[in-house]
């Protein structure tokens, strides 16, 4: 049995002697019961069971009300709907809405928590280590109660696990250990494991005993077998990184890759983990071979093919699958950044950017569902809703100069955030501002949530912020405008109040 996460690390410098690390700011614990005063809700009283019986952000030991009237992020105070003060963007599918250009804040230590003046929200540095992140929009990095956080030292590509009690997460005390896997995604529901990719295997990892477990070998698989000993060069199951299994874990889409061919993908098929059966498998030509992303649907009722534009076969474009690798349908012109989830109506939908009409889109995952082919094309009779404008006009002075993600870990929502390169002007709303997103078909709306202290000079400086499939959080890179290019960010953490969907949606 192959041992997948080495437990027992101390810190960062202890596990990798090539770490160049730049010395954080001291956390500051003003009353030393073991929680930083950024993301204490009693900061001069101890109290380190966090107690809030009111649910209101300030702790029972300092709290003189106790009287269910949220403070701070959730409170009542402000330009909000319903008793929260986010604002309302008056019209998401216009590129002329309020802009709030970013505030100059000095670098956050360690722990302190930075509150917009204009929003009324709080974002909190909650690692000390430079290079130290989450690994993309679409994941949530915790487990399913937020004890844990999976994390990624970009410098070594090393996925790294800590516990969540203090700020900041990667304090010696908090380290769990270092994983082995590829493509790592917590399980729905088990705290300690981690599912993960290995060569041609399917694993878990127990990321408390560091024990990895072998869920399934497509070497010994009667379909997948003969395929692998016929292209001895093909040495890995994947999704290209961006693809997910069903939300229960049991159906997968996957690729097989080879060495041969330019390293391209060679096969897509299926699998279904409780039936342990290949339910479908397509081999691919080279000139179907430009695909993003393979993934399965959150209810694994569809395969979603993230085929570039000029895909060929029946494999152009954005395009959805059964399970068996027998029906196509065309979804959308090519493939962008995009996340699968929920609608406010609990129907199966991808949320993504569309290069045709410059928009951000809810797509139904159905095959009603047409694409837009035309630049500019129409909407009428595709089966799919306009959420986002993404103005991209560069002689308006209300132009968007910055690139976007998807995050839509909660049903019912996504966030979306936006990154800006160097000397980007932020003339739009979403320029260097993350938003929530409302997925409701009827009454799509939308809320500013934060500005974005960051600039994109490399790939691990875009903003990517994701949503925790609770809600409950919020997490982003930053280099807090600093060191543009040398990838020297961390992560910034939105705590959101309890109840606020259900106060968004009265």
Same mark, same amino acid.
């Not at 670098?107 to 722990?111: K, L, M, N, Q």
């Not at 003969?226 to 890995?236: E, Q, T």
């Given at each position: 049995m192959k041992t997948a996460l080495h437990v027992g690390v101390v810190c960062l410098a202890a596990m990798f002697l090539v770490v160049s690390c730049t010395p954080a700011p001291p956390v500051t614990d003003s009353d030393a019961d073991g929680i930083a005063d950024g993301t204490d809700n009693c900061p001069s009283t101890s109290n380190a069971d966090q107690a809030d019986s009111d649910a209101d952000g300030v702790g029972d030991a300092c709290d003189a009300t106790n009287n269910n009237e949220p403070s701070g992020p959730g409170g009542t105070n402000g330009p909000g709907t319903s008793g929260l003060p986010w604002i309302k963007v008056p019209d998401p599918l216009s590129g002329e809405n309020p802009t709030y250009p970013l505030a100059s804040v000095a670098?956050?230590?360690?722990?302190q928590a930075v509150t917009d003046a204009t929003f009324q929200t709080t974002q909190t540095r909650v690692v000390q280590t430079e290079g130290l992140r989450h690994e993309y929009s679409r994941f949530d990095p915790f487990n399913h109660d937020r004890s844990m956080v999976l994390l990624q030292l970009i410098a070594q590509g090393q996925w790294l696990v800590y516990r969540t009690p203090s700020v900041p997460y990667d304090q010696a005390a908090n380290a769990v250990g270092t994983l082995d896997v590829a493509e790592p995604r917590w399980d729905p529901t088990d705290v300690n494991r981690i599912w993960g990719l290995q060569d041609l295997t399917i694993v878990t990892v127990d990321v408390q005993s560091g024990q990895s477990t072998t869920v399934k070998n497509f070497t010994q698989d009667a379909t997948i077998a003969?395929?692998?000993?016929?292209?001895?060069?093909?040495?890995?199951v994947t999704t290209f990184e961006e693809g997910e299994a069903s939300a229960d874990m049991r159906y997968w889409a996957l690729l097989l890759q080879g060495t041969n061919e330019d390293y391209r993908a060679r096969y897509v098929f299926t699998w279904d983990r409780q039936q342990d059966q290949v339910l479908g498998v397509?081999?691919?030509?080279?000139?179907?071979?430009?695909?993003?992303?393979?993934?399965?649907?959150?209810?694994?009722?569809?395969?979603?093919?993230?085929?570039?534009?000029?895909?060929?076969?029946?494999l152009t474009g954005l395009t959805l699958a059964d399970r068996t690798l027998s029906q196509f349908h065309r979804m959308d012109y090519g493939t962008a950044h995009s996340d699968v989830g929920f609608d406010? %109506? +609990?129907?199966?939908?991808?949320?993504?950017? =569309?290069?045709?009409?410059?928009?951000?889109d809810l797509l139904p995952l159905e095959t009603s569902t047409q694409p837009i082919l035309e630049t500019g094309g129409s909407y009428a009779g595709t089966n799919r809703t306009p959420l986002v404008r993404l103005y991209y006009d560069a002689g308006s002075a209300y132009g968007l100069h910055s690139g976007v993600h998807i995050s839509c870990n909660h049903p019912g929502w996504c966030v979306v955030s936006t990154y800006s390169e160097p000397n980007e002007p932020e003339t739009n709303w979403l320029d260097r501002t993350i938003t929530l997103v409302r997925l409701d078909r009827a009454n799509p709306r939308v809320f500013y949530l934060a500005k974005v202290h960051g600039t994109r000079g490399a790939y691990?400086?875009?903003?990517?912020?994701?949503?925790?499939? %609770? +809600?409950?959080?919020?997490?982003?890179?930053? =280099?807090?405008?600093?060191?543009?290019?040398?990838?020297?960010?961390?992560?910034?953490?939105?705590?959101?109040?309890?109840?606020?969907?259900?106060?968004?949606?009265?």
């Open positions: 670098v956050p230590a360690v722990g003969p395929i692998l000993s016929a292209n001895p060069d093909l040495y890995r397509r081999a691919l030509a080279a000139s179907e071979s430009r695909i993003d992303w393979v993934g399965m649907s959150s209810n694994g009722t569809w395969v979603l093919i993230g085929g570039d534009w000029d895909n060929g076969g029946n406010s %109506d +609990g129907n199966e939908v991808i949320v993504m950017q =569309n290069v045709r009409t410059d928009y951000i691990w400086e875009e903003t990517q912020a994701t949503i925790t499939t %609770d +809600g409950m959080r919020i997490v982003w890179a930053t =280099n807090w405008n600093q060191n543009v290019g040398q990838e020297r960010v961390w992560l910034m953490e939105m705590a959101m109040p309890a109840g606020w969907t259900t106060s968004l949606d009265n």
